[in-house]
C-alpha cells in the first residue's frame, strides 16, 4: 500500500527565504505526482504536476523536482512572501486512473 | 473558464439522516473523483468516476454511494450519517482520468 510522507510537518520562516518542502513515497511505480496548496478552510489549489518520466517542472518561483528511484520529491520555493503562507500537499498517482494518495501536509507560515 | 463547482457548501444534519453533494467538473473534464478530508484522517479517496462509470473506489462502508450523470456532473449520498461523518468533501476533475487534478472548494459536512 502506497505511503506517502511529508517532512517537516509545520515550518515558519521570515520573508524572503528560499525554502524546500520535502514529499516521499514508498512505492516507485507511480504515474504522476502532484503539488497543491490549501488555504484554511478551502480546497486544493494545483502548484505542479510531475509526470513520472519528467525529473522536475517549475513555474514563477516553484520549482518541484522528481526522484522515483529514492521515492522523494522536493518542491522549492523561492523568496517566499506571507502570501504564500498555506498548507502545501503531496499526492501521487499511482496508475492510470484519478486516485490520488496524499501525504498529511507542511504547514507553512511566510512572517513579514 | 469555471472551475469546479460544489454545491452547498455548508450542511448541517444530524444523525441518522442522509445528504446529497453535488460537483459540477470543469467544461471539458469528464473524470471525477471525491475525497473526504478529516484533521484525523487527512485525504482520503472515496471514488471516480469516467463517462458515468465508476472505476476505483476507496475503503468506505457502502453507506457512501456516488453517480456520474452523461453531462459529467456527479453527485455523492451519504445515508444513515454518522458523527464519524463530519469532515470537508472535495472534488476534483481532469480531463482524462491520469491527467491534471482540480479541485472545488468543498462542501463542509456537520453531522449533529
Known amino acids: 500500500k502506497q505511503e506517502v510522507t511529508q517532512i517537516p510537518a509545520a515550518l515558519s520562516v521570515p520573508e524572503g527565504e528560499n525554502l524546500v518542502l520535502n514529499c516521499s513515497f514508498t512505492?516507485?511505480?507511480?504515474?504522476?505526482l502532484q503539488w497543491f496548496r490549501q488555504d484554511p478552510g478551502k480546497g486544493l489549489t494545483s502548484l505542479l504536476l510531475?509526470?513520472?518520466?519528467?525529473r522536475e517542472q517549475t513555474s514563477g518561483r516553484l520549482n518541484a523536482s522528481l526522484d522515483k528511484s529514492s521515492g522523494r520529491s522536493t518542491l522549492y520555493i523561492a523568496a517566499s512572501q506571507p502570501g504564500d503562507s498555506a498548507t502545501y500537499l503531496c499526492a501521487v498517482q499511482e496508475t492510470s486512473g484519478s486516485r490520488l494518495t496524499f501525504g498529511e501536509g507542511t504547514q507553512l507560515t511566510v512572517n513579514p | 473558464k469555471a472551475g469546479v463547482t460544489q454545491t452547498p457548501r455548508y450542511l448541517i444534519k444530524t444523525r441518522g439522516q442522509q445528504v446529497t453533494l453535488s460537483c459540477s467538473p470543469i467544461s471539458g473534464h469528464r473524470s471525477v473523483s471525491w475525497y473526504q478530508q478529516t484533521p484525523g484522517q487527512g485525504l482520503q479517496f472515496l471514488f471516480e468516476?469516467?463517462?458515468?462509470?465508476?472505476?476505483n473506489k476507496g475503503n468506505f462502508p457502502g453507506r457512501f454511494s456516488g453517480r456520474q450523470f452523461s453531462n459529467s456532473r456527479s453527485e455523492m449520498n451519504v445515508s444513515t450519517l454518522e458523527l464519524g461523518d463530519s469532515a470537508l468533501y472535495l472534488c476534483?476533475?481532469?480531463?482524462?482520468?491520469?491527467?491534471?487534478?482540480?479541485f472545488g472548494p468543498g462542501t463542509r459536512l456537520t453531522v449533529l
Open positions: 510531475i509526470q513520472s518520466s519528467q
Open positions: 512505492d516507485s511505480a507511480i504515474y504522476n
Open positions: 476534483a476533475s481532469s480531463l482524462i482520468p491520469d491527467g491534471e487534478q482540480f
Open positions: 468516476y469516467f463517462s458515468e462509470t465508476q472505476r
